[in-house]
Structures are given as C-alpha cells and as structure tokens.
C-alpha cells in the first residue's frame, strides 16, 4: 500500500518561509519522480514543482526563485522550501508519486496559509 504523508504546512506572515516535507511507503523511492501540487479554493490542482527520480527540477513560474524542492532517497523523502511567500500562495499542498507499478499516487495534503 503507497502512503505519502505530507506535513509542514500552517500560518505564516507574508514574506515569511515555511518548509514541506512528504514520507513515502509502500513504493520503491528512488524510482519515481516526486512532485508538488497545490489547490486553492475555487481553483484546479496545479503543479508547483517536480524532482524526477535522477534529480532534475521544473518549477511553475509563480514559484521560480522562491521555492525549492529536494529529496532525499535515504529517508524516503521530499521537500519543498517556500521562502518569500506570498497571499497568493495560500492553498492545500499536495505531494506526488509517480512511478513503476503503483504509478501515480497522492497524499492527503497540508494546508498552507499566507496572511498579509
């Protein structure tokens, strides 16, 4: 069974950074790539970043120069570090696998709130 289990998210200021992580089990880490998603209310499920399994990196261009996402295979996990954070960023982040066998597999997504 794929389990993702994302946590990280909460309240912060405007301008303010917050970092995300995800855990997966029940997948073989190295292999698939790993991703961020985010939905605000009203709003479809979009793509903030994504690290394939040999380590390259895309960023939607509302993220570029603020986000970051790494991972790290050893501890079966991935981040996001959100710095310089914005209103607008405000929404539920979701993490992403994808992959052989199991394909593609979500978590159960953290909320992240930018006050002004």
Known sequence: ??????????????????????VASGITFGLYNMGWYRQAPGNQRE??????KDGSTNYADSVKGRFTISRDNAKRTVYLQMSSLKREDTAVYYCNANGPIWGNNWGQGTQVTVSS
């Open 1 to 22: 069974q794929v389990q993702l289990v994302e946590s990280g998210g909460g309240l912060v200021q405007a301008g303010g950074s917050l970092r995300l992580s995800c």
């Open 47 to 52: 793509l903030v970043a994504i690290i394939t």
